[in-house]
């Protein structure tokens, strides 16, 4: 019997997980995240499944190696949490690399679209049945530049969602993708060029804060900016400041640099003590939601699905094809 230890449960979880799991797998869900002071609970299990938000640092890492841990089997594409070096020979790492890009590119789409018509505002006003309309002027997507940071499968499925709306889309990556019709330019032509970016990239020591105070002011006044990716991507004092002063139009964030103790928990009961996360949520020119935009019945499937067969792989001894 394959005993896994699953930290960070939520309900969708459960359901797509007991779905996939055989009959020689034995699940022991834990609702709180993995980090240094829970990890002693993986103790005599052979997998631990992680998430996004989990703190898999060096500590965390040697409690699980020490307790007889044999995989840590991520349940999602990033793995920017986990120390990779300390890992290295120590404990094989497994992951889920695409479980839906569409999902995330939709949602990307979708934030942008209810900014620009004003949706969120004008569901919470017609529901205390205010009809007026002042204040929700939009502008047409078609004929303006979308910036695409990213062009692995999200970022791709994101162009061809912006084409379809008779955009012209500029596109940034270090490494681009062969045989595909993006147009690619330098970065700072991205910036001063597109009406709205949208980041589809990996956090990296090359990509960390890639929006600051100083890739702002490159932009053209008036920008929108989307991120569904990462959230230290983006330098969160300096996209307040550029959106106090009406430099940045709006701005969509399924992310948030400081989201790991935030995002997935009902903090409703809670004084939130983040003020730029405070001020965030209270403009009207934001849409901030908790890291969903991977969240549609085909990537739960998907994720779940990947990740018993990772582990399965692992313990028959096949070849690891999702292996970090």
Known sequence: MIRIAFFDTKPYDKIWFDRYCTDSMEIKYFEGKLHPDSAILARNYDVVVAFVNDNINEKTLSILVENGVKLLAMRCAGYNN???????GKIPIVRVPGYSPYAVAEHAMAMLLCL??????????????????????????????AGVIGTGKIGQIFIEICKGFGMEVLAYDPYPAEGMDIHYVELEELFSRSDVISLHCPLTKETDRIINEESIRKMKRGVTIINTSRGALIESEALLKALREEYVRAAGLDVYEEETDLFYEDRSNTIIKDEVLSLLV???????TSHQAFLTEEALENIASVTIGNIRSFFEKHELENEV
């Open 116 to 145: 620009n018509r004003k949706i969120h505002r004008a569901f919470n006003r017609t529901r205390e049945y205010n009809f007026s309309i002042n204040g929700f002027t939009g502008w047409d997507l078609h004929g303006k530049t």
């Open 82 to 88: 986990i120390d990779l070096a300390y890992a290295k």
């Open 282 to 288: 209270s403009m009207p020119n934001v849409l901030l």
